[in-house]
């Protein structure tokens, strides 16, 4: 028995033979997705951003709290700013500036392959950077009290979808997370219950852009799942 009040739920039938091709089309879409280190400056329209961050805000969450905010930075000094934080963590992180590196050989090790370091210039070429957070409390009305539940988990979603969305938009996307990130709550004006989680750098690839021969290694459909 249902105590609470509801709104029907359908979805438009398909054909088994339509709904396998559909499935299989996303996914070769989804298949040529790869993170992008090398951006265009060239502007991407603000209402392919809305419309991918309102994909995300549609993810699965729990008790419906929507715990998550999405900042969109396309202020050139924010990027800067932004920028120069986050090359300060990833100096550390690596040891670049001379002290050992917060990274164990092992993590540096297994970052090699893919060319990483701490300069980040994307941060500053590419239109836009979307700061997600985690709200760890708020609730629907964003109270700043109220507990949210599967926090992580319900932004990872989002921003899965959110991602997703703007690689069918035509967009590169990388996501980036220098350790710690409370510089991007104050670069941001979040409150204090918020947690930054990544920065999502959105735009179109530079012309000269490549990705890492390791970067499409992908672990086949029979290593990645069971059937029970």
């Known amino acids: 028995m249902r105590n609470h009040d509801t709104v029907p739920y359908t979805l438009n039938a398909l054909p088994d033979a339509e ?25 991407v329209p603000r209402e392919v951003i809305e419309a991918a961050i309102e994909a995300g805000g549609t993810a699965p969450n729990g008790a419906n709290h929507q715990p998550w905010h999405f900042a969109v930075i396309e202020s050139a000094d924010k990027k800067r700013a932004i920028r120069e934080a986050a090359e300060a963590e990833e100096r550390r992180f690596y040891g670049a500036d001379g002290d050992n590196p917060k990274a164990s050989d092992e993590w540096l090790s297994a970052l090699r ?28 009305e964003e109270d700043g009290k109220t507990q ?15 991602i997703a969305t703007l690689h069918e938009a035509g967009l590169a996307t990388l996501t980036h997370t220098p350790s710690p990130m409370g510089f991007l709550r104050e670069a941001c004006e979040r ?12 735009g179109k690839p530079s012309k000269d ?20």
């Not at 299989?24 to 951006?39: A, G, P, V, W």
């Not at 392959?113 to 629907?140: C, H, M, W």
């Not at 949210?148 to 959110?162: D, F, T």
């Not at 852009?209 to 029970?228: D, E, F, G, R, Y």
Request: with cysteine.
């Open 113 to 140: 392959d893919l060319g990483t370091n701490e300069s980040k210039p994307f941060l500053e070429t590419a239109p836009y950077l979307i700061a997600v957070f985690a709200q760890r409390k708020g609730g629907i």
């Open 19 to 43: 709904s396998i091709t559909r499935a299989r089309n996303l996914r070769d879409r989804l298949k040529e997705r790869r993170s992008c280190r090398y951006f265009s400056d060239e502007a």
């Open 209 to 228: 852009a490549t990705v890492p021969s390791h970067a499409l290694l992908k672990k086949p459909l029979s290593q990645i799942s069971s059937w029970l």
């Open 148 to 162: 949210n539940y599967y926090v992580n988990e319900s932004v990872g979603i989002a921003c899965g979808m959110l």
């Open 191 to 202: 409150p204090e219950w918020e947690k930054p989680l990544m920065i999502v750098v959105v």
